[in-house]
């Protein structure tokens, strides 16, 4: 099975478009963050692919199309699965990520995957190239995520499946919302100018707008599973404090004031400890609730 090409010097550019700012965002940003927390949020994204996955059925042989694939574990996953005889491609808008997931694939041995640097809604994937196609909490931070899925149905063979997790609403997720709800006592709401890395993780929240998404994106037989599980936030409570403070919706708040946000950590942080204290486990570890949508559908047959 042939994989496609993983040289680094034909994926140095994400072009510009509809994302550009998001992207920007990304790789300017949030990276650092990403990197150090990298065992919480890819250890919880692996909580729902756990729940999410196994309902997608991928066997030896196919080809599958992991989008927003992050630091590429999850694509390596579907490596496995799909066995020699198949293949398995990342893409993804940011730089740092895709350069780890290159290198971790080559430790790994892993010759039957491959890692795209690219922004899907722009992305040049052959027509029916791919099995199957996941995204673990990716499409809700494009601009139009149907230009996405229309992208993603295109590479789809006729039939092929489809397999998102977007986050439910902030509300439904104490992992997110209990740092934020503190933030926001101090500080105010970002507003329109502030930078951001996409629409949002809850902007895929509501049931039936999904539905309609991927009904205008072109896919048929479209369902939307609730998945809720308790998540990791913190190996110990000072690295659950640093985490909120610094990724997810409370982390947005506090770097958006800028020096207003800087004045306020130290209050911040204080009501964050009390807060979190309250969901530590004997071994010092902090679990907070979590909700998510998988969201299953497949192209038309021909």
């Known amino acids: ?50 729940l999410a996955y196994p309902s997608l059925d991928v066997r030896a042989g196919q080809r599958a199309l992991d989008v927003a694939c992050g630091f590429g574990e999850n694509t390596l996953e579907l490596a496995e699965r799909v066995g020699k005889s198949g293949s398995a491609l990342g893409i993804d808008c940011t730089r740092a990520f895709v350069e780890i997931a290159r290198r971790e694939a080559r430790v790994a041995g892993a010759h039957n995957v491959a890692y795209q640097l690219g922004d899907i809604e722009r992305a040049e994937l052959a027509p029916h190239s791919f099995d199957v196609a996941v995204s673990r909490f990716g ?51 970002p507003g329109a100018e502030a930078q951001t890395c996409g629409p949002g993780p809850f902007s895929m929240a509501d049931r039936e707008t999904n539905l309609r998404i991927l009904a205008a994106a072109g896919f048929e037989h479209a369902s939307a599973t609730r ?10 409570l000072e690295e659950a404090i640093e ?45 907070l609730g979590s909700s998510t949508w998988f969201l299953h559908a497949r192209t038309p047959r021909a």
Request: with cysteine; charged share 25%.
């Open 1 to 50: 099975m042939t994989v496609a090409n993983t040289s680094k010097d034909a994926f140095d550019a994400v072009p510009a478009g509809p994302n550009a700012e998001y992207v920007e965002c990304w790789n300017d940003v949030l990276t650092p963050k990403w990197v150090r927390f990298r065992h919480l949020l890819s250890g919880n994204g692996q909580v729902h692919s756990d």
């Open 139 to 189: 499409i809700m931070y494009c601009a139009s995520p149907v230009r996405a899925l229309r992208a993603i149905g295109r590479a789809l063979v006729p039939g092929g499946r489809l397999g998102l997790i977007a986050w439910r609403r902030i509300a439904d997720n104490q992992c997110w919302e209990l740092a934020e709800r503190i933030a926001l006592r101090h500080l105010p709401r």
């Open 227 to 236: 998945l809720d599980a308790e998540l990791c936030v913190g190996r110990t």
């Open 243 to 287: 985490y909120q403070m610094m990724v997810g919706p409370a982390g947005y708040v506090i770097r958006e004031a800028g020096e207003r946000g800087a004045r306020a950590l130290p209050r911040i942080r204080g009501e964050l400890e009390q807060a979190l204290r309250a969901h530590q486990r004997s071994d010092g570890s902090v679990w």
